[in-house]
Nanobody, 124 residues
Framework: QVQLVESGGGSVQAGGSLRLSCAAS????????MGWFRQAPGKEHEGVAG????????YYADSVKGRFTISQDNAKNTLYLQMNSLKPDDTAMYYC?????????????????WGQGTQVTVSS
């Protein structure tokens, strides 16, 4: 069983930055894929970014490319999401996800483990 605990959310003005963290209960180097999803009120879960643990290859949703950066520190068993140039449309609950078998999916249900989420609110 893998536990994922997110932190770092908060309220910022448009144009600001936040860094989200996701602490894993096991060695992140043993997890094939980790990533971030978000869910705004009344909307479906949306994939934001992902990273392959075996080589560090990353991928991003078009809506966040050039503004968000996903990274992983295996020494700390922690996943990060650096969010810059935040927009009101980025307001959502952000969730960390993990899977041992596949990567690159934008479907929430294709991941085996999810955190409880951390709220990000961006005001205009």
């Amino acid at each position: 069983q893998v536990q994922l605990v997110e932190s770092g959310g908060g309220s910022v003005q448009a144009g600001g930055s936040l860094r989200l963290s996701c602490a894993a209960s096991i060695y992140t180097s043993s997890i094939y894929c980790m990533g971030w999803f978000r869910q705004a009120p009344g909307k479906e879960h949306e994939g934001v970014a992902g990273i392959y643990s075996d080589g560090g290859r990353t991928y991003y949703a078009d809506s966040v490319k050039g503004r968000f950066t996903i990274s992983q520190d295996n020494a700390k068993n922690t996943l990060y999401l650096q969010m810059n140039s935040l927009k009101p449309d980025d307001t959502a609950m952000y969730y960390c996800v993990a899977d041992f078998n596949r990567c690159g999916s934008w479907s929430w249900y294709n991941y085996n483990y999810w955190g409880q989420g951390t709220q990000v609110t961006v005001s205009s």
